[in-house]
């Protein structure tokens, strides 16, 4: 095995090995619920679940399990358009916005923990290998991300 798998192995490794005590334990512990409230929390205009699954890429059933649970926690509400009565809007409610605020300020803040203990040198460099990954990555036709910002905190 080369170089470029031993990389792939070792970064899946701490990939798996960090995402299992931070990201993922707060997505597991909200059921998806945190980026799908993100997504209605950056977006200008409401939602449709289509549109939400597609970005989110996941099945049209989670998204509306995701809203579910959302909606009875008052984060969300659904309506049907006025300009189309087949499609649902999905909109983001003051307490949404609140909850969506709450919890990137939260992962906002353990990224700058970090970066501060890596120190500027250091996380510059990382900052700069991301982007070249990033680059390679385009071109091996990874898709791009969606449009807006992917954090207001």
Known sequence: MGYAE?????????????RGKSIDSVN???KGELPALHMLA????????????????????RV???????EKKGMVVRETDPSNRRNVLVSITDKGREVDHQSFTEIHNR?????????????RQFLDRCREFAGYMRDEGLPEPPEGPPCAI
């Open 64 to 70: 509306s399990a995701i809203l579910d649970r959302l």
């Open 6 to 18: 031993d990389a792939v192995d070792e970064m899946f490794e701490l990939a798996v090995r960090s």
């Open 42 to 61: 950056v977006s200008s205009t409401p939602l449709t679940p289509g549109r939400m699954s597609d970005t989110l890429g996941v099945s049209p059933g």
């Open 111 to 123: 990224f700058v923990r970090v970066f501060e203990r890596m120190g500027e040198e250091h996380t």
């Open 28 to 30: 597991r512990g909200a």
